[in-house]
């Protein structure tokens, strides 16, 4: 069982710069805090990339998948710095995952919305008057799509609750897929696993996707 | 032990050794029949996943990400005051202070293009609150700039104002001293002959007007 594990005497790396971060807002260390949050923006890229690549499977080409995770990237330097009011890496990463959800969406409508602007200005080019009404059909897509942006950024903080369904899922799932995905959330390597809890690499493997795979129905199933 | 399991648990220890594995060269090892299902997978693993302790070689590669760079830089440029990014789209889409305000005033139906052109002129001195400006305006900067929406939105310095996060350092008790005395001589002041209109609002009354 992970329990048996020894304290970890330092905390992770990555929860030590989100203090180092949420101290300097504190402080009004406004260069502080901007430096803090863009080593955590750095240390996640792959993250968010992975996030993006997944969430937009089969939706946006790779090409839109590019714009997707620049408009992510924008988002997380720009605006959750200001908005995140959370305190642990988990409500972090719920945060990212909300925003890159609503970049992909974006990303999507942006290249849909071109499309059809372009098509309509290539018909009315020549007409000047026409103008001013294809501004307007387009001021309005604007309009609503920013609605939806600020409704997707409003939800995105409001749902900061990733730490509380970890609480929640992981001792719920079996005492081995338990313990394994709590040593792999502490990075420890598959072969200290495989010594601690006296079993093979492909034991460990299948707990593992079994794991994501239980959590993953669990999160269906939490009450929010 | 089935290929999903057996690609999820080599992620997991790449990812969690600082290798960077790559999304999409996981999801191409697997049968397309499997690959939403392992696509689930590694989503729910970037959800709980900790961040790896990258050594220095790694920070730097991922430093030096184009996509990272590229966004960084048009973040900080996204940075800065509304005045400074209004001008250059507008120079960039060819038009003239009068021009976006034509355009304006048919995009919402209005009238009196000069005050519209004033205002605009205004914006672009940095002697309007940016704080004070509506989003419809804003959203319809962006459609006949031909601009992406981001690009005009308040900068992060103006939306904080009053914040901690911004909190002043040395002279603060001159400037609210000051304040103070342009708040007084506010409150003093003879309210305006006439209520704002449809163009005022648009400039002057806030994010939702």
Redesign the interface.
């Given at each position: 069982m992970a329990a048996e594990r020894d304290p970890t005497p330092v905390s992770r790396h990555d929860e030590h710069k989100l203090r180092q971060f949420l101290a300097a807002r504190r402080a009004g260390d406004a260069a502080g805090a901007r430096w803090w949050w863009d080593e955590l923006v750095r240390d996640n890229f792959d993250r968010v990339r992975g996030m993006v690549i997944l969430q937009s499977r089969g939706h946006l080409s790779p090409t839109e998948q590019d714009e997707a995770l620049q408009r992510a990237l924008i988002k997380l330097t720009n605006n959750m710095i200001q908005t995140f009011n959370g305190t642990s890496m988990g409500e972090w990463v719920n945060s990212a995952k909300k925003l890159v959800f609503g970049a992909c969406v974006d990303t999507q409508r942006r290249e849909q919305a071109a499309s059809k602007r372009h098509t309509a200005f290539d018909a009315t080019d020549a007409e000047g008057y026409e103008t001013g009404r294809l501004e307007r059909d387009v001021f309005k897509a604007l309009e609503k799509r920013r609605q939806e942006a600020e409704h997707a950024d409003e939800s995105a903080e409001l749902d900061a609750d990733a730490r509380g369904f970890l609480d929640w899922a992981v001792p719920k799932l079996s005492p081995k897929r338990r313990a394994v995905m709590e040593l792999d959330r502490e990075n420890v390597p598959c072969e200290e696993i495989q010594e601690r809890l006296g079993v093979s690499r492909d034991v460990v493997y299948a707990s593992r996707s079994r794991a994501l795979k239980d959590l993953a129905k669990l999160r269906e199933e939490y009450p929010s | 032990?089935?290929t999903?399991?057996?690609l999820?648990?080599?992620f997991?220890?790449a990812w969690?050794?600082g290798r960077?594995p790559d999304?999409?060269a996981y999801?191409l090892r697997a049968e397309p029949s499997e690959?939403d299902e392992l696509?689930?997978?590694?989503?729910?693993?970037?959800?709980?996943?900790?961040?790896?302790?990258?050594d220095a070689t790694t920070?730097e590669a991922?430093?030096s990400?184009p996509?990272?760079t590229?966004?960084?830089a048009?973040?900080a440029d996204?940075?800065a005051p509304l005045a400074e990014r209004l001008s250059t789209l507008r120079e960039r889409a060819g038009l003239a202070i009068g021009d976006l305000a034509t355009?304006l005033t048919?995009?919402f139906e209005l009238d009196d293009e000069p005050r519209a052109a004033a205002y605009l002129q205004q914006i672009e001195r940095n002697e309007l609150d940016e704080r004070r400006l509506s989003?419809?305006l804003l959203?319809?900067l962006?459609?006949?700039l031909g601009a992406?929406?981001?690009q005009l939105n308040p900068s992060?310095m103006a939306?904080?104002g009053g914040?901690?996060?911004?909190?002043?350092?040395e002279d603060a008790d001159e400037w609210i001293v000051e304040d103070i005395d342009v708040l007084s001589r506010a409150a003093l002041s003879p309210a305006p002959a006439a209520p704002m209109d449809d163009l005022d609002r648009l400039f002057l009354g806030g994010p939702d007007a």
């Open positions: - | 032990m089935t999903i399991e057996q999820v648990g080599e997991i220890d969690n050794a960077r999304v999409d999801l690959r696509a689930a997978q590694l989503m729910t693993w970037l959800e709980i996943a900790p961040t790896p302790n990258f920070q991922i430093s990400e996509s990272l590229s966004a960084l048009a973040a996204l940075r355009r048919q995009l989003r419809r959203d319809a962006a459609a006949v992406d929406r981001d992060p939306l904080a914040h901690a996060f911004f909190r002043a350092e």
